[in-house]
Structures are given as structure tokens and as C-alpha cells.
């Protein structure tokens, strides 16, 4: 069965410094999204992306996070300038639009574990 | 704006015994709600989801779930607890819009005692 892939499992990172988080949708997946869950509590949404651009995004989601999906099959999310805060559990998610024929599921992969010292 | 609440942040049962992990939401539309359950160092897997059809919701490993308009709630069950099946299980809604956000329970831990 096909399933959502996250790279690296874990990160330390000093404060400061940028990170990329790695992710390969499901092939025929055409939507993207990226979550995160601080330890102790909820996953939160950051931001959906689709047609190379992103089509929704929460108030975490500010100028020091971006997406790409640089090369068709990796989608990946860039923290310019980590803090301290931002050690979480990062997990992307994709699904199939609605209007073509698909269903609004999100299937998730099993995360990165992102600590910023 | 839609929201969900789950009301235990732990159940605990005995191997055999029957599951209730209960879950309250708030949606301003009809909404569409799934159960994901997230093992430990794992990813989150949908157990189940409910997207106006019929509202008793049949998942995986035996999980089932009832959604009731009228008492705005969406709890899942299974008549027989297994030791797998600890874990922790998030009730989430969708957002909004055809391919909206989720919004995400606190989460509900469950233990089961052999």
C-alpha cells in the first residue's frame, strides 16, 4: 500500500540555524499539507499546498517557514531560523481533490521529530 | 469556525473488555469527521471517517463509530479491547472547503491492562 515517507526521522538542530524537512507524497496525491505537534499538544495545521502554490496556511505558518516541492515527488518545509520553539513532531500529509474523483482523506507520514537547542 | 473535543485525555480498559473514546464537535457546516490513531514513534493512521453517508462508520482493526447530528458527537467503539490497540486516537474534523485543514482533538490515550 503506498504511504507518505518522512526524512529525517529525527533532527537536533542549534537555535538559529535552518532546516529542511523532507517528504514524498503519495505519487497520484495532488494536495500537500504540512502539521506539527508540540510535545503535550495537538497537532496543529501550518499549510496546505497545491498547484506549486500554497492555498492555505495558519497563523504559525510566518515568514520564517516555507514549502517547495522542488523536483515533482519531494515536498519539503524550510525553517530559516530555528528557536527553541519550534522543536515539535512535524508531519506531512497528502490527499486527492474532491473533483477529481478523489476523497478528502489525508494520509500522514510518521513524522520528524525536530529539536532546536 | 469548527472544533472538536475529545473528552477523556486517557481510558484505560482491560484486554476483552468493550472501547469508548468519546468525541464532541462544533461545525458550522455538515461536517466531515475521522478517527486517526497514532502508535507509539508511528505516523498517524486513519482508523475511520464519516462524510455524509452512513452515519455508523465502520474502520479498521474492529473500530466503529456513530455519528449523532442531534447530540453533535462522533464517539468510537469497538466491542473488544487488544492489547494493540494501545495507543493514542485523535477525533479530528475537516476545516472547511473541499480540501480544508484538519483540526485536531487533544487526543485521547488508551491502556489496556492484560
Redesign the interface.
Known sequence: EPEVTQTPSHQVTQMGQEVILRCVPISNHLYFYWYRQILGQKVEFLVSFYNNEISEKSEIFDDQFSVERPDGSNFTLKIRSTKLEDSAMYFCASSVPQGLGGEETQYFGPGTRLLVL | AQSVTQLDSHVSVSEGTPVLLRCNYSSSYSP?L?W?VQHPN?????LL?Y?SAATLVKGINGFEAEFKKSETSFHLTKPSAHMSDAAEY?CVV??G???????????TKLSVKP
Open positions: 466531515s475521522f486517526y508511528k505516523g498517524l493512521q486513519l471517517k462524510t485523535f475537516s476545516g472547503g473541499s480540501q480544508g485543514n484538519l483540526i485536531f482533538g487533544k487526543g
